[in-house]
């Protein structure tokens, strides 16, 4: 057996480690550990210098495992194991130990978090020992994609890879193409026809050579993997159509908050209270009245119902804003000599050309009044018989303090923006991660917005977050030049960890058949084994943990490998 | 000096461990005496690990998965849910506290929870003082 030679890495982060962290005293006590050949720490490892500090050392001391402890894995792990790529080393010869996100970031006390750090290196560098160099396996890319939601999301993309001249399959819900945008009238901020902006877009996804849409349509489980998907995609009678695909994106888009959660807002039992999605209905027919058939006089507009409240959904649905400020335009032009009220808690209109929509807005005699969200919305009852309008809202007004009483015949609820009901079946179909409210998670928040964790998989629009049509569409196209990329390249590389079965230890028990959630694991009768087919197989090594035998091994993460770990980090505990 | 014990987490990588790395890159505070292993499903974690874990000298084992129905590997999570009730019967016919094993689900953006998990499970194997397995085996070989 080849002598094993371990270089291990102590990264300061600047003082994001190195701060909570006595990374030499770290490098210094790794040093003692057999194996060790050279342990050192450097002020930014990821960077290109420290990158090539591992690769000179690898080059220098024959180094054939590296440990870098630094950042978490899901960060930084694929820098590290292209660094020994470079270097000439299998990449899979390297481990990570997380002594930022898991260490320095979390605790307080210097030694302790140092003390910790001793011993999550020191188990990555006992698991690293049993590391073994795994081939990289290319997978050709189907140049088809599925795209879940006909929205102005999922259009965008389908037209932006269907005008390159690629296969999209877009499936939609619903009867027809345009999900939330085809039901509103104008758009902010500057009041143009979200119709003469959607219509244009379906007719042409519709017609479009290389797009085959799917109305009244669903897809209830994907199977295969990047570059290799297939589905069926069900519709009305009983129809089915099986279709393969290279990559997915899911553009499920939204909902809208039922108010009839909140008690005092009477939504439902008060004819005249609405919502802005049913407010957009009256607008768009052009008949903006209320129940009774009559114009109304006042006019009030709340915010924030079901957003930024603990009690329903804490984040901002981020054009509720924007929208109401365009409504008391549309109702100004409409009735002018009408009493319009803004009830807000803040104003957010940010995004371009809407600050200055709010700026105009103020001159079109409205009334912002302001109420604290994060306490109580106001109170809509119906009025009088004596009042001359039919409700009255009542709140404590935020800037004056005082308990005031607003009169309306029309009552516009701004709702929120939720995920769409079928969030869940669908994360599920395809393999993404949903956030607590139910949103899809991005891979990188920031650096890789549209992607999610699960390769060929990406997100865009309203179901990864509440967005407006900008955003909804750059996340469109954005994800559809990431397809194309790899649909142009042809090819891609895929993990390798998957299963593999020892046929000398097997005994033919098949308990890895059962378990398997994939049915990546068939039976050989005639040799009496159990076969994994890599292909099918995720890696996700529940067989490995049943098979009573040790005859399955999950690979990068074998049960020598994972012993050996807790040998380490167990090596360097705490003092009784 | 008061009983430090040391914990062996498991952490799935799609959710439990995406939550833990939240709690950090929120600045969230707790307790040190955490030891985390990464595996990429809860499904994955192995009878063997958990006693090899005690074995070693931990005073408690924490296993976190996806929550129920979110697992990124439809049902490994169940597969564990089921090992963990027979560990625990095992653990305790070995003499321990059966609280020196929990599983716990942490979702990607329950950063705060892991923070408060950790927490709470330090204080519980505090208070059950240090594990004498590692002693007791070293004892008897």
Redesign the interface.
């Known amino acids: 057996m080849e002598e094993i030679r371990i270089g291990v890495y102590v990264c300061w982060c600047g003082t994001n480690i190195a701060k909570m962290v006595d990374v030499e005293a770290v490098a210094k006590a790794m040093r003692e550990i057999p194996g060790v050949i050279v342990a050192k720490d450097y002020k930014y490892m990821c960077s290109d210098p420290g990158q090539e500090l591992i690769i000179q050392d690898i080059k220098e001391h024959n180094l054939n495992r590296v440990v870098v402890s630094a950042c978490?894995?899901?960060i930084h792990e694929l820098t590290f194991r292209k660094a020994l790529e470079n270097a000439g080393l299998n990449p899979y010869m390297f481990e990570m130990a997380?002594i930022?996100?898991?260490?320095s970031?979390?605790?307080?006390?210097r030694a302790?978090?140092t003390?910790?750090a001793k011993?999550?290196v020191a188990?990555a560098i006992n698991r690293v020992r049993w590391h073994e160099s795994l081939d990289k396996r290319s997978v050709e890319i189907n140049p088809a994609t599925l795209i879940i939601g006909g929205g102005i999301a999922g259009i965008s993309a389908a037209l932006e890879i269907a005008d390159a001249g690629k296969q999209v399959y877009l499936v939609e819900k619903q009867s027809q193409l345009g999900g939330t945008v085809a039901k509103l009238d104008l758009l902010f901020p500057h009041l143009d026809s979200a119709q003469q902006l959607i219509q244009p877009k379906i007719n042409r996804a519709m017609n479009h050579l290389s797009i085959q849409c799917f109305l009244n349509a669903e897809i209830r489980e994907v199977f295969g993997y990047i570059g290799n998907f297939e589905a069926k995609v069900y519709q009305k009678d009983d129809l089915e159509t099986e279709i393969q695909f290279g990559n997915v994106i899911v553009a499920t888009g939204l909902k809208p908050f039922d108010p009839s959660k909140i008690d005092q807002l009477n939504y439902k039992r008060l004819p005249n209270v609405i919502t802005s999605l049913e407010l957009e209905e009256k607008l768009l027919s052009g008949n903006l009245v209320m129940d009774n058939g009559k114009d109304p006089k006042h006019i009030a507009l709340i915010h924030c119902i079901g957003s930024r409240n603990k009690n329903h959904h804490e984040y901002c649905s981020r054009t509720c804003c924007n929208t109401a400020l365009k409504y008391s335009n549309q109702i100004r032009s409409a009735f002018p000599d009408a009493a319009i009220y803004e009830i807000y808690s803040d104003i957010r209109s940010f995004g371009k050309g809407c600050e200055e929509l709010y700026t105009h807005t103020a001159r079109q005699d409205v009334m912002f009044l302001m109420y604290d969200q994060k306490g109580e919305v106001p109170k809509i009852t119906e009025a009088r018989h004596s009042e001359k309008v039919n409700m009255m809202l009542e709140f404590r007004e935020q800037l004056s303090g005082e308990h005031v009483e607003v009169p309306a015949d029309l009552v516009v609820l701004m709702v929120a923006m939720e995920a769409h009901e079928n969030a869940?079946e669908i994360?599920?179909a395809v393999?993404v991660?949903?956030?607590?409210?139910s949103f899809y998670?991005e891979k990188h928040p920031k650096l890789d917005p549209v992607a999610t964790?699960t390769g060929g998989v990406y997100v865009v629009g309203s179901c990864q977050s509440p967005k407006d049509i900008p955003d909804s569409v750059s996340q469109a196209r954005a994800a559809a030049a990431r397809i194309m990329a790899d649909i142009n390249f042809g090819s891609v590389e895929v993990e390798v960890?998957t299963a593999v079965v020892n046929e000398d230890i097997c005994c033919g028990c098949q308990t890895c058949i059962s378990?398997c959630?994939?049915t990546a694991i068939h039976f050989d009768a005639e040799k009496n084994v159990s076969v994994v087919n890599e292909i099918l197989c995720?890696?996700?090594?529940?067989c490995?943990?049943?098979c009573p035998t040790g005859a399955i091994r999950?690979r990068h993460?074998t049960?020598k490998q994972?012993?050996s770990?807790?040998?380490g980090?167990?090596s360097m505990?705490?003092q009784? | 000096m008061e009983?430090?014990?040391?914990i062996?987490a498991f952490l799935c990588?799609?959710?439990s461990?995406?939550g833990?790395?939240l709690?950090?890159?929120s600045?969230?505070?707790?307790a040190?005496?955490i030891?985390?292993?990464?595996?990429?499903?809860s499904?994955?974690?192995?009878?063997?690990?958990v006693l090899?874990?005690f074995r070693?000298?931990?005073d408690g084992v924490l296993i976190c998965g996806?929550h129920p129905?979110?697992c990124?590997?439809?049902?490994?999570n169940y597969?564990c849910l089921r090992?963990y009730h027979l560990l625990q019967n095992y653990i305790e016919q070995m003499g321990m506290d059966k609280r020196r094993l929990h599983l716990d689900w942490i979702?990607?953006?329950?950063g705060k929870q892991f923070?408060e998990l950790v927490d709470k499970m330090t204080q519980t194997i505090k208070e059950l003082g240090?594990c004498q397995v590692k002693h007791s085996v070293e004892t008897l070989t």
């Open positions: 978490s894995p899901r997380n930022r996100e898991h260490d970031w979390v605790h307080t006390d302790e978090a003390q910790k011993a999550l188990g869940k994360a599920h393999g991660s949903m956030c607590g409210n998670i964790t960890t378990v959630p994939y995720k890696g996700c090594g529940t490995g943990s049943a999950s993460f049960d994972i012993l770990q807790i040998e980090l167990m505990q705490l009784h | 009983f430090e014990p040391t062996v990588n799609w959710c461990y995406t833990a790395d709690a950090g890159t600045r969230m505070k707790y040190s005496n030891r985390v292993i990464r595996v990429m499903c499904g994955r974690v192995e009878p063997t690990f090899k874990a070693e000298g931990a996806c129905g979110d990124h590997y439809h049902e490994g597969k090992r979702s990607a953006s329950e923070a240090p």
